[in-house]
């Protein structure tokens, strides 16, 4: 069993950085590929970013890419998402999940284990 716990969001204004941070216990995450979506009221959970378990592939959603960068720390047993460049569309609650295989990792149902998130607010 992995437990998983968010942290590092808050409030930004528009155009600038936040850091958030997956800690997990329960067993080493270092063996799982790891994913970060973001989900608003009323729509559905969205893919950020996914890892492969070493580090070695990171994929990034269309909407991200150049802006969000995604790393992990085994040792740690932490994994991060680095948000720079936020807009004032990406107000979410952010979660990150562990899966099994680094197979079609955008898809939710690829993550057997979840956070509880942790809400991005972005000012204008």
């Known amino acids: 069993q992995v437990q998983l716990v968010e942290s590092g969001g808050g409030l930004v204004q528009a155009g600038g950085s936040l850091r958030l941070s997956c800690a997990g216990s329960g067993r080493a995450l270092s063996g799982l590929p790891m994913g970060w979506f973001r989900q608003v009221p009323g729509k559905e959970r969205e893919f950020v970013a996914a890892i492969s378990w070493r580090g070695g592939r990171a994929l990034f959603a269309d909407s991200v890419k150049g802006r969000f960068t995604i790393s992990r720390d085994n040792a740690k047993n932490t994994v991060y998402l680095q948000m720079n460049s936020l807009n004032p569309a990406e107000p979410a609650v952010y979660y990150c999940?562990?899966?099994?295989?680094?197979?079609?990792?955008?898809?939710?149902?690829?993550?057997?284990?979840w956070g509880p998130g942790t809400q991005v607010t972005v000012s204008p």
């Open positions: 999940a562990a899966g099994l295989s680094f197979v079609a990792p955008m898809a939710t149902a690829r993550y057997d284990y």
